[in-house]
């Protein structure tokens, strides 16, 4: 019956599962209540937001053993998350010499260059030693001095990139080798302001496990592993996804982004997509006469301009997927717009034979839109072919335009192409209206 | 002048930038006038369905030499591309008998399954081995037999998982020391059966270089290395983006996809939303006599459904990444309803505001809107408050939804909201109008 507080019973398992609805002082205390062993396990775990949040929790006289477990590139992770340029300068004060250098190093970078996002410690080996002699090195080094010992890099005296060997060649190889018989002398590397999505194609493209990062010397500085490039490809997604959806990225998880902060990411956009489809009640406005003569054209207004918007951000979505992934460049443009204005057509058929089809029923059921039903679907018909092969063709090529001027592809949301082919579906569809019902309805 | 045909000079790097756009003709040529090893290279880093068609391009006496080069997973993902059974068998023929059937082994899983990711080569050690026996024993292994040496297991005789150990460590422990006295003894381990997604989010949380995955008994099986999880990362979210813009994912890339899958992919679901999209034009019949009395009405219509589609698409490609990432689960629906319903009303009284003026503006300078001005005015901005705030009620919940449906939450798609969204919004709209406007316009 009595059981020990439950608190006593902790392990890192539960902790990790209850953390996020702990509050600071629970998380705080959670930690003090594991083995230093596995409360540090869940400390690498963290985010550097979560990482930096929970620093600021603890007491000065703790902080400083938990930021020297970290390494460099965390470090400079975690430090960047300080909100207070004061607090930056207290945790660089608290690592060795030697860290402090490197982390200080990593914060001149761009957190999405290869340069803020590589480990400067990495497993270095002269051209001249023996493979024996490279085995006995590399395992005298300590613990934590190299994060990721899967490739050995081979440099000069002026720390040049001169080849690679993997662990693997290295101890299959004769031990009385030496190190540049055995290393692949032509690697492949990044310079310091590559961008991480072009570091994340690299990596998937070849499949290597790291990649080293070198200055325009080749002067080699670092190494990008592909346990970072997993994060890269999550968080990229995770923008694309939430531009996409015609907001701005949140850059922080949906439950616990303070919601002033999030409305505004939201509004932004909201509001100019509005303003841009004010131009629709305009639009509207200039055919008012039409609608007031045949109420009917106005019944289909929303079927025509949605159908232009929904096939509109299928072809977006599609284009900016293929262009994240390196797919398509800039110069695909016009494969694109050929392969869009066919599907676009024959989309735009499809849907095109089902309204008029619908109308032709309802009419001959429900007597719903009088004598000269068969030309309102037939306008309706056409209006579609048209907006929707429309929509395909904008929703295709708005990514290029962006890029090409500079803006990021995936703006071209999904809303964004909806409010486009709006106006223009309007127009097409009165305009065929005017068209075909000249002398009847009109 | 006279310069050697370009094909002489050719480069592995060469050969890869201009992949995509060679015939199957000049592919197999290229790889043969490369050295073997480049060619190789150029390979490995082909996805499983560009080996798949390679291979069926080269002579037979050559098929045998390639697909022995590669690692039983992949070899394994190259015959699951195969279309036709019976290629599949002459292909696991050329395999040497222990790739066969490890081979046939991983063909059983499913794809997106631990057991289909996974390599079913790893270093194994024995527990009583000294330290310097295990770098020794692990030097001796072959090239090809292990393809990621970063974790050493350990294994009793029964092949049950008992521990594991890291290259670094077993390299900076003194090598007198048992592999039972540096390993650690509680590995993290995915079964089987454990889903690819969830497998990465193992990943991803823990920064593992590599998952063991192990049956029932606990009896080890292979390893998921973390540069599968990059490819795995990457092909969730191209499915994830492609059903939120309202298509089938193509699970092929854009350019390369045929033209009649493609269409039959995209015109699916655009079908299906035009069917749901036709209920709009029921509900304008509906109000055919209020719009036939007060045409200004219909001018906001486009404006009214629009904004809540694009809440909508915000709020669900929010909701959709944020299951995705493991931040939000079923149980979680409650509080994603209060955010979403503060955002909602915050986010609409901001359209409603700018709608407002817009129509007073307008009326100021052009006289559009008749005496009652002010009134239709109230009427759009309280509808607007409406419809944003069912709009992303709408579409944070649908992913719940779908998902306890047992249906892909991802398929609440923008497009998909929006249909949901404009029915209902047209309701909103008119039922609005008919309280404000009755006696007036209407």
């Not at 860290?99 to 410690?121: C, I, S």
């Not at 509109?312 to 800039?330: C, H, K, P």
């Not at 090409?404 to 909806?418: K, W």
Request: overall charge negative.
């Amino acid at each position: 019956m009595s059981e020990s507080p439950p608190e006593e019973r902790i392990s890192e398992a539960d902790l990790r599962e209850a953390w996020p609805a702990l509050s600071c002082e629970e998380r705080v205390e959670g930690l003090r209540l594991l083995p230093r062993n596995a409360a540090e396990d869940l400390f690498f775990t963290l985010t550097s937001r979560e990482q930096a949040e929970l620093m600021l929790d603890l007491p000065a006289e703790e902080q400083r053993s938990w930021i020297r477990a970290l390494a460099p590139d965390d470090a400079a992770d975690l430090i960047q998350e300080m909100p207070i340029l004061e607090e930056r300068e207290r945790f660089l004060v608290m690592l060795d010499d030697v860290t402090r250098k490197e982390v200080q190093a990593l914060l001149a970078y761009k957190e999405d260059h290869a340069g803020g996002l590589m480990n400067p410690r990495f497993a270095r080996l002269r051209p001249d030693m023996t493979v024996d002699e490279a085995v006995t090195y590399l395992r005298r080094q300590t613990h934590q001095s190299v994060e990721m010992p899967y490739y050995a890099y081979v440099l000069d005296p002026q720390q040049r990139l001169l080849g690679v060997v993997s662990f693997r060649e290295l101890m299959a190889a004769s031990g009385t080798k030496r190190v540049s018989e055995v290393m692949k002398p032509d690697v492949m590397a990044v310079d310091e302001q590559t961008d991480q999505e072009a570091v994340a194609r690299l990596v998937r493209k070849t499949g290597l496990m790291a990649v080293p990062v070198v200055d325009r010397d080749r002067r080699m500085k670092g190494i990008v592993t592909v346990d970072d490039i997993v994060d890269v490809v999550s968080e990229e997604a995770t923008e694309d996804i939430q531009k996409l959806g015609g907001s701005e990225s949140l850059g922080e998880p949906y439950l616990t982004i303070e919601m002033r902060r999030m409305i505004r990411k939201r509004a932004g956009w909201l509001s100019a997509l509005f303003l841009g489809e004010m131009l629709t009640a305009t639009a509207m406005g200039v055919f008012e006469k039409e609608i007031d003569k045949a109420v009917v054209l106005a019944l289909f207004v929303p079927l025509i301009i949605s159908s232009g918007g929904n096939s509109g951000s299928q072809a977006t979505s599609l284009v900016i997927r293929a262009m994240a992934l390196g797919e398509l460049r800039l110069r695909d443009w016009f494969r694109v717009v050929r392969r869009e204005l066919m599907a676009g057509l024959a989309l735009g058929s499809i849907l095109g034979a089902i309204g008029l089809t619908r109308i032709v029923l309802w009419e001959a059921f429900f007597k719903t839109y009088g004598q000269h039903f068969v030309l309102v679907g037939l306008t309706v018909a056409s209006s579609l072919i048209g907006v929707v092969t429309f929509g395909t063709l904008a929703g295709s090529l708005l990514p290029f335009v962006l890029r090409r001027l500079g803006f990021d592809p995936a703006s071209a949301s999904a809303p964004f192409v909806a409010t486009l082919v709006d106006v223009t579906g309007l127009i097409i569809y009165f305009t065929t209206a005017s068209l075909i019902l000249r002398g009847t309805l009109l």
